[in-house]
């Protein structure tokens, strides 16, 4: 399983990035894909995640309505969509893979995106300045 995730750089507060994950030696459909981020000192935060099977997805309360997650099958790729960019959204950013689609209907559950994937990539540094 391989994870490249791509996409980060700089913006100012207000700004919109897009994320890729690019996804390979593993069958798309039959995992779920998410986006976790970490600010230095912190712990790991789940931020968004889906299943390129149905569409089902999961995003965490504090990036409903400006983080959009999608995938394109025919390029095994996942996309994260931030716009309107604080401050507070700087950190890096990893996408990470698991064959238990059944954990994103878990977090919709319970209403938080546990750190549970078990194939990571790298990650890719987004940096907001206000």
């Known amino acids: 399983v391989q994870l490249q995730a791509s996409g980060g750089g700089l913006v100012q507060a207000g700004g919109s990035l897009r994320l890729s994950c690019a996804a390979s030696?593993?069958?798309?459909?039959?995992?779920?894909i998410g986006w976790y981020r970490q600010a230095p000192g912190k712990e790991r935060e789940g931020v968004a995640c889906?299943?390129?099977?149905?569409?089902?997805?999961y995003s965490a309360d504090s990036v409903k309505g400006r983080f959009t997650i999608s995938t394109e099958n025919a390029k095994n790729t996942v996309y994260l969509q931030m716009d309107s960019l604080k401050p507070e959204d700087t950190p890096i950013y990893y996408c990470?893979?698991?064959?238990?689609?059944?954990?994103?209907?878990?977090?919709?559950?319970?209403?938080?995106?546990?750190?549970?994937?078990?194939?990571w990539g790298q990650g890719t540094l987004v940096t907001v300045s206000s």
């Open positions: 030696g593993f069958t798309f459909d039959d995992y779920a």
């Open positions: 990470a893979a698991d064959d238990r689609q059944s954990l994103i209907t878990t977090f919709q559950a319970i209403g938080r995106m546990l750190y549970e994937f078990i194939y």
């Open positions: 889906i299943s390129p099977r149905d569409g089902n997805t």
